[in-house]
């Protein structure tokens, strides 16, 4: 055989190995406003075990999605434009490529916060859910976080200014870590109960996406019922563990006296969670599964000065930090999809949360960098 010949082949073998490894198997789309096809799964290898599954969770990872998420090309994933929808079938394909089960929930919202070339966009955008079906497919735990920001700005910045927002910490943070989470998920057992993975739209309107959903549940799926549902854990700001300054508080009192137990366990192990795991406070995706009266925990590692503004960039963002809250959550999660009685909601101090937040009022005081 020609030597010339042997070398050719060779070198396209090389070459195609090189693109797959770049395009597939890191699981992202090189360009992340162009729509993808199929993503080729990675890796399988079911049934790890819980402390094997949290081996999986990567500093690396972490980074990588915030990376995509907060990147220009999305324009600040602001609900109903362009770069919001590119984000989500970029997540949703995300979850296919492992193996789980998807879809969009679809809801109506007001055109707002137009970009500098006046865009309106749709009055429309989308919830995206992906589970791990259990044991009981009838009790169901969420584990949710925003996915949108505020795109170009002005009327939501802290700063008035009309440019990118790319939201790093706010929320491409939560939406990282939940993704590394369904990923090691979707290699363990069954669990007792089904686990869906939420991803909220139209939180920076005043929390539509999961108002919306509580109101219309997906789940169970063979009769849908937000009575159904045991517990809802929410991410939203989880990147700067150690640099923010924490404002959640409790208020009265707990959701419920058996994720408080749950939560002071882990507290030992993860001794950074302290100061970072809430059942209280409202102005988050929690809120409406709290006033549904479902036990919730929060997830936020506090305000910082870069909040709502084009700062809140991804190489601020502490990754290594991402990594320990992603280990926790993995661990509160399962044991909450697997205990043996649901955790009860403690209605003895329910008081209704509010939905609002500051959504970048210019007068909040925030010091830390």
Not at 16 to 32: G, H, Q, R, W, Y
Not at 176 to 196: D, G
Not at 242 to 267: A, C, H, P, Q, R
Request: charged share 25%; proline share 6%; with cysteine.
């Amino acid at each position: 055989m020609n030597k010339k010949y042997i070398i050719f082949c060779l070198i396209v073998m090389i070459s195609s190995v090189v693109v797959l490894k770049n395009n597939f198997i890191t699981n992202k789309p090189v360009d992340p406003i162009v729509p993808i096809g199929p993503i080729v799964p990675i890796d399988p290898d079911p049934d790890l075990t819980l402390t094997e599954a949290l081996e999986t969770i990567t500093e690396e990872e972490c980074e990588e999605y915030v990376f995509k998420l907060a990147d220009d090309k999305w324009e600040g994933r602001m609900s109903g434009k362009a770069g919001n929808v590119a984000a989500a079938e970029w997540i949703k394909q995300y979850h296919e490529s492992n193996g789980l089960k998807t879809e969009y929930q679809r809801f109506d919202i007001r055109r707002l916060n137009p970009g500098p070339n006046n865009e309106t966009g749709d009055n429309y955008t989308q919830n995206i859910f992906a589970w791990i079906e259990g044991e009981n497919p009838n009790e169901i735990v969420v584990l949710g976080s925003h996915m949108d920001h505020i795109g170009y700005g002005p009327s939501m910045s802290r700063s008035r200014t009309m440019a990118i927002h790319p939201g790093a910490d706010d929320n491409a943070s939560g939406t990282a870590v939940i993704m590394e989470i369904a990923e090691a998920l979707s290699k363990m057992e069954k669990p007792k109960r089904t686990i869906v993975i939420q991803h909220y739209s139209g939180e920076e309107m005043g929390l539509i996406g999961s108002r919306y959903y509580c109101a219309n549940p997906t789940f169970p799926r063979e009769n849908p019922n937000i009575r159904s549902h045991v517990a809802m854990v929410n991410l939203d700001m989880v990147g700067y563990l150690d640099k923010g300054v924490y404002f959640t508080g409790w208020g009265d009192g707990e959701s419920s006296i058996d994720v408080k137990n749950i939560i002071k366990k882990l507290n030992e192990k993860y001794i950074f969670a302290n100061k970072i795991t809430s059942r209280g406070g409202g102005g988050s995706d929690h809120a409406p599964f709290y006033n549904n009266k479902i036990p919730v925990a929060f997830l936020h590692t506090g305000g910082h000065k870069h909040y709502h503004t084009p700062s809140d960039t991804p190489d601020k963002l502490d990754y290594a930090g991402m990594k320990q809250v992603s280990k926790y959550t993995l661990e509160l999660v399962w044991e909450l999809a697997n205990i043996e009685n649901k955790p009860k909601f403690n209605i003895a101090n329910f008081k209704t949360m509010n939905y609002k937040h500051d959504h970048g009022n210019p007068e909040v005081k925030i010091e830390r960098e």
